[in-house]
């Protein structure tokens, strides 16, 4: 484990708990984390004593009501759009596959709402508190409206032979409401099996770092965006996701993706989906 790894246990235990709602027994809690038992004990019993998780009767731990106070204060304190659950959970239905909604702040992106839709899959294997690092092309709808500072940044951690082409992307991505990203053919097969390693390590906290990277090359597989040009044509384009930024306060702070992952979608689904887009993209903006 990086950083503090004594923090990172209890956040480890904190984040398998949350993934458990049925309950882990101490034993369960140490064969999912590979820590040892004592280690387990502590960090639960202090937990438990500060009210963020709850020994039941047979043994096993949830979370406890403590963290109800901490529920409360990320969402006041963190720039949601009102509403955004639902009107993510209606996109979904609307657009028929998965939908999400995130928040672009320098160097990662946070995704604060999700829904499956009738596709019954997220997409990118993705949940609500998911983040990845902001490195291109990701974030660049949202990208595109930012000053000119916060792209130097963003183009920074780009790779020495990419930045042109991202610098160009960037302006021609510039005023487009929906930004439409290819579906390369070598790329298809290889988003599903991350999605999978994705989903298969969501109940392993203790590999974060892994789960982090597999994130970090499905947001790299959306392929380049289309150019305006290119998408006016009857012909069937394979897609991989749909894109569009969200304002507060005149700024674009958030992201609003849908992903049909689809390698022939005919332009009038094309276009249908874009409306979809861009009406829920002007509900979630705030003046």
Known sequence: MSGSPPTSRVVSVVELLAARPDGCTVAEVTASLDLNRATVSSVLAELERTGWARRRAD???????????????VRTALPLPPGAADRVA?????????????????????????????????????????RI??????????MAWRDAREQRAWLD???????DGLRDMLDALAGRAVTVWRLDDS???????????VDALADHPVRHDLRR????????????????????????????YLAAPVFAGGAATHELQIGPLHP?????????IALALMAAAGELSQP
């Not at 597999?214 to 289309?226: I, P």
């Not at 022939?264 to 689904?269: G, H, I, V």
Request: with cysteine.
């Open 59 to 73: 043994r096993s731990y949830v979370l406890g009501p403590g963290l109800l106070g901490v529920t409360e204060a």
């Open 90 to 130: 209606t996109l979904a239905d609307e657009a028929r596959c998965g939908a999400s909604l995130s928040l672009v702040e320098p160097h990662r992106m946070t995704f604060v709402a999700v829904s499956e839709g009738t596709s019954g899959r997220l997409p990118g294997g993705l949940a609500v508190g998911t």
């Open 133 to 142: 690092p902001l490195r291109p092309p990701t974030g660049a709808t949202v």
């Open 157 to 163: 951690d780009a790779e020495d032979d990419e930045r």
């Open 187 to 197: 790329a298809a097969d290889l988003l599903g099996v991350l999605a999978d390693v």
């Open 213 to 240: 990277r597999a994130l970090t090359e499905l947001s790299r597989l959306v392929g380049n965006a289309y150019r305006a040009d290119e998408l006016d044509t009857d012909r069937p384009l394979p897609v991989s």
């Open 264 to 272: 022939a979608l005919a332009r009038p689904e094309r276009e249908r």
